[in-house]
């Protein structure tokens, strides 16, 4: 990961707000042979006793599952929007184009966890992707009885005590004021992840060139 200090977000509740807004995260880890793996799957932070954690749930018996079971390291990475980013844009446009993008990596140790804990997960799961509406059908607590013992056999919840949480916010913070403002009005054309990614420029205009 690119560790250029222009390029990095040093508020702590923005991270977390990042992780809320990108939840869909890479976790990637090793088995005992040093063979790589990785799944996709959703994640949630929460702070225990000053510590973070990330918890969510994966499948048994899975090539992840296993890996995990004999290597507890675990990278999670989640990503926002991104986009192509044109050299003629620049105030001087003989220059290399690039890519603006926001991402924060999180590395930690697995435990996995207990049924009680797994039924934790999941009604913290469901209530946050169905925006805590407990009338929902699909959040934990409202699914029959038979359905979920079922399920819960095929799935274990684990968390992962983050030991460093670092990030990449890349949104041209080395370039000066014209190509900025140039930047964000070519971006504002370009689809929703170029709007994105002009908005959280504009909002740190002021913090960029310390108006």
């Known amino acids: 990961m690119y560790n250029l200090p222009y390029h990095k977000e040093n508020s ?5 707000e990042f992780i809320a807004r990108y939840p869909f995260a ?32 994966i499948m048994r018996n899975t090539d992840h599952h296993k890996a995990f079971q004999q290597n507890p390291n675990v990278l999670a ?21 690039t890519w603006n ?16 804990e797994l039924e934790d997960v999941l ?34 919840a684990f968390e992962i005590g983050i030991t460093n949480l670092d990030n990449v916010f890349k949104l041209s913070q080395d370039r000066d004021f014209e190509s900025y403002q140039n930047i964000i009005r ?5 689809g929703e992840s170029g709007r994105v990614i002009a908005e959280e420029m504009e909002k740190r205009t002021g913090e960029v060139f310390q108006m």
């Open 12 to 16: 702590r509740g923005v991270i977390s």
């Open 26 to 57: 890479f976790v990637v880890g090793c088995n005992s042979e040093g063979l790589p793996i990785a799944t996709q799957i959703p994640l949630f932070i929460e702070e225990q006793n000053g510590k973070q954690l990330l918890k969510g749930h």
């Open 77 to 97: 990475v989640f990503t926002g929007h991104h986009v192509y980013v044109s050299g003629t844009w620049y105030s001087n446009p003989f220059m290399a184009s």
């Open 101 to 116: 993008y926001m991402s924060v990596h999180a590395t930690g140790l697995i435990r996995f966890l207990d049924e009680v």
């Open 123 to 156: 009604r913290k799961t469901t209530l946050h992707f169905e925006n805590y509406d407990h009338a929902s059908t699909t959040i934990f607590d409202n699914l029959p009885m038979t359905f979920k013992q079922k399920v819960m056999h095929a799935i274990v």
């Open 186 to 190: 070519n971006l504002r054309q370009k």
